[in-house]
């Protein structure tokens, strides 16, 4: 009967730590987005000054990110970056705003990206494209 309890109160335990602990990973690869993306947009920057016109391509930075789990890429004069296995949530910094995109069509993980987007952009405006395709917006 002890035993019984002991697998009762660790099967209760894990099933509330798992959804926690699933977060707080997603929230560790947005905030390696979040850095990545913000040196690349100022390395972009930097290039422009320099230059007078934004890179063709991301190697021509003078930076180096070594982020295997991410793609980083270049959307006119902004940096979109989004995480292989989270591929449904982007950051995207530019010049005039900060984007947290993500889309999912399961409901549940949909209003856990829409809670953590809200987060992180401080409750800043939600747009939607769809009813699977949210982001939001705030100025820098």
Known sequence: MELLVVVIIIGILAA????QYKYAVLKSRYSTLKQNATVI???MQRY???NDQYPAELSYLDIEINDTNSEYY??????NAYNKKY???VYRV???HIL??????????????????????????RYCNSETNCYYYYKN
């Open 16 to 19: 509330i730590a798992l959804p």
């Open 41 to 43: 947009f100022s390395a």
């Open 48 to 50: 422009y000054l320099i």
């Open 74 to 79: 270049r959307n006119g004069n902004c940096i």
């Open 87 to 89: 591929s449904t949530l």
């Open 94 to 96: 530019c010049s005039n």
């Open 100 to 125: 947290c995109s993500f889309s999912s069509s399961n409901e549940s993980i949909f209003d856990k990206l829409d809670n953590f987007c809200k987060k992180e952009t401080n409750g800043g405006n």
